[in-house]
């Protein structure tokens, strides 16, 4: 069943058990005898009026009909879950209008069933399959909502490559990154040091202007005593 690809995993057991029971119970009524019939129809026309136009083993064979097409149609993997789920929830209403409206069924003045009102009140299981199975998402909903968010985190994506980018061009362009503030810091540091010596007297090649005043421009180095 799950390999048809319309039908999820989570949803065959549901669909496996609940489509077994009542497709057992239509094939049980089918042939059923009239004292079946008599108070099957009695219960039904109780809640629904309009069914006492129906004599009760007519109604006793469309009600197994009915069951018989619904447990089919749960077991048939071709049938969309959303639809045998909404069957089913029309199904188990109608069970369920029945155990709220035929006296003895239910304990006076509660929704607890007495000893004659358990069975008929253990449709309302078939009640919460039927509407979890109507309510499941769509096939196409869904890869439509897991496409929107692929498309959402490639756009998230390129928005975090864009600022890497920027980053790289702040840091290479006319904003100088680590290195630059490092090599300006240097060439400050030279400055200063030059301009320290020249503060002192001293020029570049260690002679001070003292020095050459006393022994003049043309003074070889390797002649001055300062130089040994």
């Known amino acids: 069943m799950s390999g048809c690809g319309k039908v999820k995993a989570w949803q065959v057991p549901l669909r496996l058990v609940t489509g077994a029971f009542i497709l057992h119970s239509g ?18 026309r109780q809640t629904f009026p309009f069914l006492e136009n129906i004599d009760a083993p007519r109604f006793l064979k469309l009600l197994a009909a009915g069951e018989i097409a619904l447990g089919a149609a749960l077991l048939t993997p071709t049938v969309p879950t959303r639809l045998a789920g909404a069957a089913l929830t029309g199904f188990a209403g109608s069970l369920m209008a029945v155990y709220a409206q035929t006296p003895g069924l ?29 309510l499941s998402p769509h096939q196409k909903h869904h890869k439509h909502v897991k496409h ?3 498309a959402q985190h490639v756009k998230h994506a390129k928005g975090h490559g864009g600022c890497h980018k920027h980053h790289c061009r702040h840091e290479q362009g006319g904003h100088p990154g680590h290195h630059g503030h490092l090599k300006q810091a240097k060439l400050v ?3 200063a040091k030059e301009a320290s010596r020249l503060a002192k007297g001293v020029s570049p090649d260690g002679h001070s202007h003292h020095h050459a005043h006393r022994h003049g421009p043309g003074h070889a180095r390797k002649g001055c005593p300062a130089h040994h």
């Open 27 to 44: 094939m049980e009524k089918w042939d059923g005898p009239d004292e079946q019939a008599q108070g099957v129809h009695g219960m039904a």
């Open 189 to 191: 540091a030279r400055e």
């Open 106 to 134: 239910r304990k006076e003045g509660s929704v607890w069933p007495t000893p004659d009102g358990i069975g008929v009140s253990k449709d309302s299981w078939l009640l919460a399959i039927g509407l979890a199975l109507t």
């Open 148 to 150: 929107i968010k692929h």
